[in-house]
T-cell receptor
Framework: DGGITQSPKYLFRKEGQNVTLSCEQNLNHDAMYWYRQDPGQGLRLIYYSQIVNDFQKGDIAEGYSVSREKKESFPLTVTSAQKNPTAFYLC??????????????FGPGTRLTVL | AQSVTQLDSHVSVSEGTPVLLRCNYSSSYSPSLFWYVQHPNKGLQLLLKYTSAATLVKGINGFEAEFKKSETSFHLTKPSAHMSDAAEYFCVVSDGQNFVFGPGTRLSVLP
C-alpha cells in the first residue's frame, strides 16, 4: 500500500516539552512538507524539503525544527519555543518542487494538544 | 505573489441538489489549480486538478471544476449532493514552486 503515514493520530503533551511528529512516505517522492491547520483557517506552511539533507523554512517556522536524513522520512519537532502549539499537523509529499503540474499528497494528520 | 479567495466560508445544500463552491485566484504565472476535500480529523484528499489542458476538469465522486482565465475563477460543482459530501473543501493555486491554500469552505448537506 503506497502512501503517507503520520503517527501518532492524537498526541498530548505538557507545556514546556518538546515533541516530535513522525511522517513517512513510500511514494519515492523527493519533496516533503509540513503544514499546520487551525480551526477556520487554511493550511500554513511550516517547513519543506526538496531533497535529502536539505530543508527550507516556510511561513511559520519559528518554534519548529525538522530533519531529512532519509528520503522517506521528514519528522517535525515542536519545541517549547512554539507559543501556541495546539493544532492539527499535516504532512504532505510531492514528486518534486520544480514540476509545474506537481500534486501534493497528504497524510492523515496528527492532532497535538498541549496541556 | 499568488493568492486564493474562497468566497463562502460555509455552504449548506439539501441532499440531491446542486453544489457550487467558489474559488478565485491571482497568480503572475499560468497556474496549476487544485481542489482538495477534508473530512473531520482526516488528511486532505485530492478531488481534481487543472494543469493547462482542458478547462473543464472532472474529478472523483462526481465533482468537476471549470477554469475561467478571464474571471480568474476555478469554481467546484456537483450536480447532486450526497450526505457523504459534507466536509471542508480547499482550493489551491501553485506556480510549481509554491502552493497557496484558500481558507476553506465547509459544505453541509441537509437530509
Amino acid at each position: 500500500d503506497g502512501g503517507i503515514t503520520q503517527s501518532p493520530k492524537y498526541l498530548f503533551r505538557k507545556e514546556g516539552q518538546n515533541v516530535t511528529l513522525s511522517c513517512e512516505q513510500n511514494l519515492n517522492h523527493d519533496a516533503m512538507y509540513w503544514y499546520r491547520q487551525d480551526p477556520g483557517q487554511g493550511l500554513r506552511l511550516i517547513y519543506y524539503s526538496q531533497i535529502v539533507n536539505d530543508f527550507q523554512k516556510g511561513d511559520i517556522a519559528e518554534g519548529y525544527s525538522v530533519s531529512r536524513e532519509k528520503k522517506e522520512s521528514f519528522p517535525l519537532t515542536v519545541t517549547s519555543a512554539q507559543k501556541n502549539p495546539t493544532a492539527f499537523y499535516l504532512c504532505a509529499s510531492s514528486i518534486g518542487l520544480q514540476t509545474s503540474t506537481d500534486t501534493q499528497y497528504f497524510g492523515p494528520g496528527t492532532r497535538l494538544t498541549v496541556l | 505573489a499568488q493568492s486564493v479567495t474562497q468566497l463562502d466560508s460555509h455552504v449548506s445544500v439539501s441532499e440531491g441538489t446542486p453544489v457550487l463552491l467558489r474559488c478565485n485566484y491571482s497568480s503572475s504565472y499560468s497556474p496549476s489549480l487544485f481542489w482538495y476535500v477534508q473530512h473531520p480529523n482526516k488528511g486532505l484528499q485530492l478531488l481534481l486538478k487543472y494543469t493547462s489542458a482542458a478547462t473543464l476538469v472532472k474529478g472523483i465522486n462526481g465533482f468537476e471544476a471549470e477554469f475561467k482565465k478571464s474571471e480568474t475563477s476555478f469554481h467546484l460543482t456537483k450536480p447532486s449532493a450526497h450526505m457523504s459530501d459534507a466536509a471542508e473543501y480547499f482550493c489551491v493555486v501553485s506556480d510549481g514552486q509554491n502552493f497557496v491554500f484558500g481558507p476553506g469552505t465547509r459544505l453541509s448537506v441537509l437530509p
